[in-house]
T-cell receptor, first 116, second 113 residues
Framework: GAVVSQHPSWVICKSGTSVKIECRSLDFQATTMFWYRQFPKQSLMLMAT?????????EQGVEKDKFLINHASLTLSTLTVTSAHPEDSSFYIC????????????FGDGTRLSIL | GDSVTQMEGPVTLSEEAFLTINCTYT??????LFWYVQYPGEGLQLLLK?????DKGSNKGFEATYRKETTSFHLEKGSVQVSDSAVYFC????????????FGTGTSLTVIP
């Protein structure tokens, strides 16, 4: 069964709206989650590493104030795209670090964000 | 730094054809290697993995062998089906550099009947 639940799967909203995306670890408590962005026909770009109980670590070039990450519990991390604009339209995917060292991350099904 | 170089697509094959998607890597330590598949409009699914040299990962008829001497992890399938149409990503996890995954650019595969 699914290890990671990501919600919503598709969001369409007006420019200026803030959108929250949830990523839940279903099978185990996850101290580390990751947020990726994927542009059409391109690979995944790591945006940030979300650590439970502490501030997220953002990759170079990713705006912290634009993409707010909150990892408030061991099973939930949220990504909020604040004041979204059309250029923020993309496919956002979260992943959860496996409990076993060296094992792959488990990915959510992704959220397609379309800003009108 | 670590990186993954993947064969560019798109790749179009007829049903039952043989598939090879090349993947080579650069890593600081001793990485684990993975192939992920992404079907249209969906997230990533782990297809197969290999955690050390000479390991062979296999799943759903796909195979890939971890070749340390050539730093490669090529994906193969003997007879593709229309349902294999998807984007395939080669990925690397190097614990020496932390828990970050390094993804290839993805290869789009279309299988025609």
């Amino acid at each position: 069964g699914a290890v990671v639940s990501q919600h919503p799967s598709w969001v369409i909203c007006k420019s200026g709206t803030s959108v929250k995306i949830e990523c839940r670890s279903l099978d185990f408590q996850a101290t580390t989650m990751f947020w990726y962005r994927q542009f059409p026909k391109q690979s995944l770009m790591l945006m940030a590493t979300s650590n439970e109980g502490s501030k997220a670590t953002y990759e170079q070039g990713v705006e912290k104030d634009k993409f707010l990450i909150n990892h408030a519990s061991l099973t939930l991390s949220t990504l909020t795209v604040t004041s979204a604009h059309p250029e923020d339209s993309s496919f956002y995917i979260c992943s959860v670090q496996d409990r076993v060292v060296g094992q792959p991350q488990h990915f959510g099904d992704g959220t397609r964000l379309s800003i009108l | 730094g670590d990186s993954v170089t993947q064969m560019e697509g798109p790749v179009t094959l007829s049903e039952e054809a043989f598939l090879t998607i090349n993947c080579t890597y650069t890593a600081t330590g001793y990485p684990s290697l993975f192939w992920y598949v992404q079907y249209p409009g969906e997230g990533l699914q782990l297809l197969l993995k290999a955690t050390k040299a000479d390991d062979k990962g296999s799943n759903k008829g796909f195979e890939a062998t971890y070749r340390k001497e050539t730093t490669s992890f090529h994906l193969e399938k003997g007879s593709v089906q229309v349902s294999d149409s998807a984007v395939y990503f080669c990925a690397l996890l190097d614990l020496y550099t932390g828990n970050q995954f390094y993804f290839g650019t993805g290869t789009s595969l279309t299988v025609i009947p």
